[in-house]
């Protein structure tokens, strides 16, 4: 049965063991057509367990999720032409050409010869592979695998794209031109699934991002509501022109927590104008020169290192 | 999409993983070699220096090859897919595990089937048989899927390389050739020999091939299309339980 509403992804307590380990437990989550929403979690927490699971790779344990509708422990096949599936460790056919591989995936979805012929041409073109469309795989670099890999899941325009870690070990350029050529596929309708590390890509490209930890989910929200939650974790980031004891600032009582980060330090706290007061005070009275100094909202990457207990304690 | 499409769908999957694998895996080295290679090495040690009628054994030596070369593209594809990491590219299309054996299974039976041709064009030529081209036909497209169907089988196991996969796959199909009627005949089998017999695949297509070129069978030939049929029942639904319970293993 359709979707009535217009969420394309519909997620209800799944499930996912392996032995005694719960790999996935009870998330639930909803992705509107047309939207990028992004996944993240750090290693081992269940992101493409869940993905496999949406993609119908993996029969969950319990639980229901729905790809436009369509049940996809009941109907895979039937949800699986609605999407395109980048997994993280998916090759293509090295053996085979650029072109070749992409007829190839179009052919599994029924697109006839002379329609394939075009929209490869297309692809080819878009992914600035033509030059290199009748050459083997085996001879590409990585991002341009990439390219084909992606140019084949997107052969037959699917409601809805799944990739997890799309941009990983990739150079900067093979990068910008995937965020691009999601960012293209997002405007022409297709609903973005995006699995990644790279904070700062999810806080970019996503309209809203999932946290999962430990199989569980954390926060679902949009980037700038996920950073708003957390106001302690607004910070002050300050260097002088030479090393002082951390002790000096622990003083202040106003940082909850201090990090440094190379030449700098940042000093987590609920009272920025308090504490950039405090600082310049010290300075003077240390006979030091502030070098550099700003107050910094939360970050996406804040959020996801307090939600996922990676946090450094003072 | 209708159950008509979806049916359609199925065929279509099973078309496009065949062709797939035609184009990727009949020029793979371990197909060449434990496929067309080794029929030929045996041959040519049964044959070199003795005097042997050839006529009489020319039936055995075209299911030899034929299974040898059905039997071989199975083992490899699957674990060759999980090690270059395109396995899982696969799953994710619309296709279910079944449509991937049934593609692997083709995909053997086809090339053995060409390859098959060529020998047995050359046997006709070199000695002039009258044959049952009905029963020909027959047993070659069974027996060819059926030894196909067992290579997609070996190929279930999760194993970190393909050659472990090719390795052990020989281990098993070396020895039915020495029970199966292709270097002794069938009549001649005695004791636990003549029964092992009963358990290879390939007794059942040297019967019917002995009897369209010869017109001599041990068993009726109705019984070895069956077991023939049989042989590829049990080992299709195999491949499906083992294939489904190793699938996300060596991804």
């Known amino acids: 049965m359709k979707a009535e509403n217009d969420n394309i992804i519909e997620v209800d307590g799944l499930t996912k063991r392996f032995g005694s380990l719960t790999a996935v437990d009870q998330i639930s989550l909803s992705v509107k057509e047309g939207e990028v929403f992004g996944f993240l979690g750090p290693n081992g927490a269940g992101k493409t367990t869940t993905i496999r699971m949406l993609t119908g790779l993996l029969t969950p344990d319990s639980g229901k999720a729905f790809i436009d509708g369509f049940d996809i422990k009941k109907n895979p096949i039937r949800a699986k032409m609605k999407m395109g599936v980048i997994p993280e460790t998916g090759n293509v056919y090295v053996d085979l050409t650029a072109k070749q591989n992409i007829i190839l995936t179009g052919k599994f979805y029924g697109i006839n010869r002379r329609e394939l012929e075009k929209r490869a ?7 600035v592979l033509y030059e290199r469309k009748d050459d083997v795989v085996r001879t590409f670099s990585k991002g341009m695998k990439q390219r084909v890999n992606i140019a084949s899941a997107v052969v037959h325009n699917p409601d809805i794209l799944f990739l997890d870690e799309p941009t990983s070990g990739l150079d900067v350029q093979s990068q910008r031109l995937i965020r691009k050529i999601i960012k293209e596929m997002n405007k022409r309708g297709t609903t973005i699934f995006l699995t990644t590390h790279n904070i700062e890509e999810a806080n970019i490209q996503c309209q809203r991002a999932g946290i999962i930890n430990k199989g569980r989910i954390a926060a679902i929200d949009a980037p700038e509501n996920l950073k708003r939650i957390f106001q302690e974790t607004q910070s002050v980031e300050i260097s002088f022109n030479k090393p002082i ?3 000096l600032i622990e003083n202040s009582q106003l940082a909850e927590r201090i990090e440094q980060i190379g030449d700098k330090w940042k000093l987590y706290t609920d009272n920025p104008d308090g504490l950039v007061k405090y600082l310049a005070k010290l300075a003077q009275e240390q006979g030091l020169i502030l070098t550099s100094m700003q107050i910094c909202r939360a970050s996406l990457e804040d959020v996801f290192v307090k939600l996922t207990g990676d946090n450094p304690i003072r | 999409m209708p159950v008509g499409n979806l ?35 045996m041959f040519i040690a049964f044959y070199l220096g003795r005097d042997i009628d050839f006529r009489f054994f020319f039936p055995g030596f075209l299911a030899m090859f034929l299974f040898f070369i059905a039997s071989s593209v199975g083992p490899l594809i699957t674990p060759w897919e999980k090690r270059a990491g395109t396995y899982e590219r696969l799953l994710s299309f619309p296709v279910s595990v079944n449509t991937i054996i049934l593609g692997d299974t083709a995909a053997g039976m086809i090339f053995a089937i060409v390859i098959n041709l060529v020998v047995l064009a050359a046997g006709l030529i070199f000695l002039h048989y009258s044959l049952n081209v009905l029963l020909l036909t027959g047993g070659v497209l069974l027996g060819a899927f059926c030894f196909a169907s067992l290579g997609v089988l070996l190929a279930s196991p999760a194993a970190p390389n393909p050659s472990y996969i090719m390795m052990a796959s020989s281990l098993i199909r070396f020895p039915l050739i020495f029970i199966s009627g292709i270097l002794i005949p069938l009549e001649k089998l005695q004791g636990t020999v003549r029964v ?15 009897f369209s070129f010869g017109g001599h069978a041990q068993y009726p030939l109705i019984f070895d299309f069956a077991m023939l049929f049989a042989f590829s029942v049990v080992f299709i639904f195999l491949s499906n339980r083992f294939h489904k319970r190793n699938l996300m293993k060596g991804l």
């Open chain 2, 196 to 210: 092992l017999s009963y358990f290879s695949p390939i007794s059942y297509l040297v019967d019917i091939l002995n």
């Open chain 2, 7 to 41: 049916n359609s769908q199925f065929f279509r999957g099973v078309a496009t993983v065949t062709e797939k694998n035609m184009r990727i895996y009949y020029t793979k080295p371990p197909v060449i070699i434990y496929g067309l290679l080794l029929p030929l090495i």
């Open chain 1, 121 to 127: 041409g297309r692809l080819l073109e878009e992914f």
């Open chain 1, 245 to 247: 004891d951390s002790g």
